[in-house]
């Protein structure tokens, strides 16, 4: 999904902070839950959700349906291990009109990768799988794998043809580990993926020739095709989204001695009661099969879920439902046991939540590394910073995705699982709806109330406080996402990718200030401010493109068929009202606060003004809901420059927005 550059920035300074994930996940190994408390929905009041905000949830959802998006929505969230909320909206198939139901089945996509992972580390638990072992020993085909040269100019692979065989050894092995973090040197070719950011070189092209996927064919076929071609990148030395857990499938099925199908069943699904989990729907489930709107793009024309599949993608081809994908996340948050039984050790679970990418990797690709706020563990996106990250919740929280449009996020700090399913064709877009479940479950939790304080209140000019105040993308002090009025702007770079030259532009935002300048898709960014950027890591990079509001920025472009670079200029803006807000006013003599941002904020329902009282100095209270208070800040000169929401441990600092 295409993150903005500026969401992955917030202007914070980038640290990656393995201690405090492998903290943070110690928390959630202290007590297992039963997976019975999944099964029927709690009170939400009792584990700690603001009934009325969580109703947001449902109220968001229905109106995309009503605003004739075709989807349909199954959301589930748990907490301390009992169920708090799980609803269907909208149709299961909007053609025939059937409604969603708590089970119905989904293509999962990528959230695949997240069960071979486990599947993966339950033979390394059991001693026959050596995670630092060369995958040749498993797989012969891999041995003695080729590497495309780079153009020692450019940075560029080098790739004429086979024949020609412009490739180098690898340095040294591809291992197990390096297919479950994604720095194996595999790729995804093209074709697998409509996105061009897993097609950026002529390899993917490659790829998608050689070895594509074939419904009709085993995955042993597939895996023994990829041994015939170079890999991208040197094994350990760039993270690039790949093929990698459609190796791992295999590998599971020569150690294991069963297919890959075979022993998720009988290893992991049937012993954790995901019932509706697997490669196929059986004929008595298929009436809860979600429909995919419109016609069925490759990945569904060449393969049809409602019969017995022989190509097992471990890295995209399982379906399952919201209450299953929750009962394999409660079992990671448990660490690794679930009622009683235990997929994997502790320590397991702590090293596949721990980030595994040194802070000088090389990223080629999308949501990894400290310009994200993420790392990657074993097959995992795990939240690095504080301050800002893809992934909501605290540091140490893990999730991950699928093409489809489901989502998944762990916080082992919160306890919190977030799990939600729909099937669209267009992935590029579903951006959208994961904001959504990212942010609508950490603004219903509740704040411990404080008791009001009892000084008197001295009289102030209600005027003084009225301003729109800025929370950047924070609905919660549980899932902190820095304020955008810290000073630094925003140039509407919506997505890029790294290469060896520069930033490549793979959207920019509609009508952003980049894109108002002339900056197109496909554009190479060679050079910030007359600096070159080649060789940059892309943390270093987004520091280039980060600066002031109103500061200009100019940009040296590459663009195909122009013979002499281009350069362009224009300046940051402040970034898109996606951001949480406050707008306080006066009206009637009182003090008026709306949410006008992209989201509600605790008692602050988005466009619905709410009437706060004073309580003591600078300071008031909403009378209903959660009570909550809002202590706004001066400068040295008495000028109100902010507000804090709930002041105290949960409190929220907002900015006054110019």
Not at 468 to 488: A, K, M, N, P, W
Not at 603 to 620: H, L, S, W
Request: aromatic share 8%.
């Amino acid at each position: 999904m295409g993150i903005p550059v500026w969401d992955r920035l917030k202007g914070s300074p980038m640290k990656i902070i393995q201690a405090s994930c492998m903290a943070a996940l110690a928390l959630c190994l202290a007590g297992a839950a039963l997976a019975g408390d999944l099964q029927t929905v709690s009170d939400p009041d009792s584990l700690g959700f603001s009934v009325r905000r969580l109703a947001r949830i449902t109220s968001w959802f229905e109106a995309q349906t009503k605003k004739g998006d075709p989807s349909g929505f199954v959301v589930g969230i748990a907490r301390g291990g009992k169920l708090a909320y799980l609803q269907p909206t909208g149709f299961e198939d909007p053609d025939r009109k059937m409604p969603m139901r708590p089970d119905s089945i989904f293509r999962i996509g990528s959230m695949s990768k997240q069960i071979t992972s486990v599947a993966t580390m339950m033979l390394v638990d059991e001693g026959k799988l050596e995670l630092d072992a060369p995958v040749a020993q498993y797989l012969p085909e891999f041995r003695d794998m080729q590497v495309v040269r780079k153009d020692p100019a450019t940075g560029d692979p080098i790739l004429l043809d086979l024949v020609q065989k412009v490739f180098e050894p690898a340095k040294r092995a591809m291992t197990i580990r390096d297919l479950l973090r994604n720095t194996s040197g595999l790729v995804y070719g093209m074709g697998d993926y409509a996105d061009p950011g897993f097609a950026n070189a002529a390899v993917h092209l490659l790829y998608g020739a050689r070895a594509p996927f074939r419904r009709d064919k085993p995955i042993a076929s597939f895996v023994a095709s990829l041994g015939a071609l170079p890999l991208l990148h040197q094994p350990g030395e760039v993270w690039e989204y790949s093929i990698g857990y459609d190796v791992l499938g295999r590998v599971i099925e020569v150690v294991s001695g069963e297919s890959f199908d075979q022993f998720l069943q009988s290893r992991l699904f049937a012993p954790l009661h995901m019932v509706d989990s697997g490669f196929s729907v059986p004929a008595d489930k298929l009436d809860r099969l979600v429909a995919v709107p419109g016609a069925q793009p490759a990945p569904l024309s060449d393969g049809d879920v409602g019969k017995p599949q022989t190509l097992f993608s471990g890295g995209g081809g399982i379906v399952s439902t919201v209450p299953d994908f929750l009962r394999f996340c409660q079992m990671l948050l448990n660490g690794g046991e679930l009622d009683g039984v235990r997929i994997l050790k502790p320590e397991t679970v702590r090293l596949m939540m721990t980030n595994s990418l040194p802070p000088d990797m090389h990223l080629a690709g999308h949501e990894a590394g400290p310009a994200y706020g993420t790392g990657w563990g074993l097959g995992f996106a795990i939240r690095t910073n504080p301050d800002f990250s893809w992934i909501p919740g605290a540091v140490g929280s893990f999730n991950w995705q699928g093409s489809w449009g489901t989502f998944f996020s762990v916080d082992p700090v919160q306890k919190l699982i977030l799990v939600m399913m729909m099937q669209r064709q267009q992935y590029n877009d579903n951006g959208f709806y994961f904001n959504a479940i990212r942010h609508l479950p950490y603004a219903a939790l509740k704040v411990p109330e404080a008791p009001a304080p009892s000084a008197p209140v001295k009289a102030a000019a209600l005027a003084d406080y009225a301003g729109r105040y800025d929370f950047g993308g924070s609905v919660s002090s549980l899932d902190r996402q820095t304020s955008e009025t810290d000073g630094i702007g925003w140039s509407g770079l919506e997505s890029v990718v790294m290469e060896n030259r520069g930033l490549r532009v793979i959207k920019p935002a509609d009508a952003g200030p980049a894109a108002r300048a002339g900056v197109m898709a496909g554009d190479l960014i060679t050079a910030i401010d007359d600096a070159s950027i080649g060789g940059l890591t892309l943390e270093a990079a987004f520091r280039r493109i980060s600066g002031p509001f109103n500061a200009t920025i100019k940009l040296r472009i590459i663009r195909q068929a122009q013979t002499e670079p281009l350069v362009v200029a224009f300046a940051r803006e402040a970034a898109p009202l996606h951001s949480v807000q406050l707008q306080i006013r006066v009206a009637d003599g009182k003090l008026v606060a709306v949410a006008t941002g992209g989201w509600s904020i605790l008692d602050f329902d988005k466009g619905q003004p709410t009437q706060v009282a004073a309580i003591a100095n600078d300071e008031f209270r909403v009378e209903s809901g959660d009570h909550t208070r809002i202590a706004f800040l001066r400068d040295a000169a008495g000028k109100v420059n902010g507000v804090v929401l709930n002041p105290g441990p949960w409190e929220q600092r907002g900015a006054l927005a110019p």
